[in-house]
């Protein structure tokens, strides 16, 4: 559903017309980002069995489990954004849920180890296009701060998803095997395939959809390429968001094996959670007034500044989870508030190649962040000051490029 003028998308109101309540939007749009949460996060209790069912001798190699998903979850988003320019957004993103209900209960049945990869592979591509829809159906009704605050209620509401899912894990290995911490993502899929198939409307009207073919797909990335703030926070989200990925890939590790936690992993990382969700929903209430630069470049400065901090505590007392905790716990609310920001600085000069950019962007918050992501977590060696020392480095790289990206000038008010 569309305003009359189509002209307000891309101004950046923050009224816009939605085709439901506002409540029930940000839900819809926290559900399909969530399936990929709960992909990621609810067999995290599970990996040490994973490990042993498939008599696993290599150290890390579970987690393998997760950039499988990642790696699948990647580069086909740059395909499903051009196809969603073309056909729109609803009935690709029910193609896509089908997919990724079909391989959740595919990944039950893998024989071997290598079949769980590549179930997961193909769930991960599945998921992509799920992703890609999300984000382009917010940009689609709206622009500017209006999408960051409504970006960050979705973060809100989705950061729920990482809070409960692993304790959900648990909760099923308790009445069933390990392999139903992947059925439950098919029928999480199914619930989101009615309700979607029932409440939403197609979002992209017909004029103003591309044609799908490779000139068409090549100009508009060459767009996205081109435009300088959307190519700069790109890049600069591909770089921080790898150390939401070294945290999910070692979480585990880190509770079970440095601090000794295993009976309350699920608790620790629940809080991790609720630190990043208590973030986003403050960037809600802040964003449209004070703007998303000044918040996102303030918070990279903390982020790194933290990071910087934990690492030093923990080379001087040692790994002292008392000392850690509330360390990271600060770090990653940091990490909250820059996601949404540069989500909507990206995409908001797109308008209606918003499929594309939403892919382009994607990619890059996937597959880029996935590989710094590895090459931090494969780090681990029983001490989190590899990790620490990890995120130092992503977050000095990632405001190189801002600074780059704003030719040096940092807290710029002009993002309406």
């Known amino acids: 559903m569309h305003r009359d003028d189509p002209s307000l998308p891309a101004a950046g109101l923050a009224r816009p017309v939605l085709p439901m309540p506002v409540w029930e939007f940000v839900a819809m749009i926290a559900g399909m980002m969530a399936l990929n949460a709960l992909a990621i996060d609810t067999m995290l209790p599970a990996l040490h069995d994973i490990a042993g069912a498939y008599s696993l001798n290599k150290a890390n190699d579970q987690q393998l489990v997760i950039f499988a998903y990642v790696a699948g979850f990647g580069a086909p988003q740059l395909v499903f954004g051009p196809v969603a320019d073309s056909f729109g957004r609803k009935r690709v993103v029910l193609a896509c ?76 290995m308790l009445v069933a095997d390990w392999q139903w911490t992947f059925g439950i993502l098919g029928l999480a899929g199914m619930a989101l395939f009615l309700w979607i198939s029932i409440r939403l409307p197609e979002t992209l009207a017909p004029e103003d959809r591309s044609p799908l073919n490779f000139k068409a797909s090549f100009r508009a990335y060459k767009q996205v390429i081109m435009t300088p703030v959307t190519f700069g926070y790109m890049c ?46 403050t960037n809600s209430r802040i964003v449209e007034r004070i703007g998303m630069r000044r918040v996102s470049h303030t918070v ?3 982020f790194i500044i933290l990071a910087i901090t934990n690492a030093v505590m923990m080379m001087i007392y040692g790994q002292k989870l008392i000392i850690f905790y509330p360390l990271f716990a600060l770090t990653f609310a940091c990490f909250g508030m820059i996601g949404a920001n540069f989500s909507s600085l990206a995409m908001e000069p797109l308008g209606k190649i918003a499929g594309t950019g939403s892919a382009a962007y994607g990619f890059m918050t996937t597959t880029v962040a996935s590989f710094f992501g590895w090459m931090v977590a494969s780090r681990f060696d029983g001490s989190v000051v590899p990790l620490l020392e990890g995120y130092v480095g992503l977050g000095i790289l990632c405001m190189i490029v801002v600074l780059i990206t704003e030719r040096g000038k940092l807290f710029s008010t002009r993002d309406d």
């Open 300 to 302: 990279l400065i903390g």
């Open 236 to 281: 600069a989200s591909g770089i921080i968001f790898g150390s939401l990925f070294s945290y999910v890939a070692s979480a585990e590790q880190v509770f079970r094996e440095t601090f000794d936690k295993p009976d309350t992993f699920v608790w620790w990382f629940a809080g991790i959670a609720g630190a990043l969700s208590i973030s986003n929903f």
């Open 97 to 172: 849920i089908v997919g990724y209900v079909i391989a959740g209960f595919a990944c039950m049945a893998a024989w071997s180890f290598p079949a769980l990869l590549v179930m997961r592979f193909l769930q991960g591509i599945a998921a992509s296009g799920i992703r890609v829809i999300a984000v382009s159906v917010v940009r689609d009704l709206m622009g500017g701060r209006a999408m960051a605050r409504v970006m960050s209620l979705v973060m809100t509401v989705f950061m729920v998803v990482p809070i409960l899912a692993p304790a959900l894990g648990e909760g099923v």
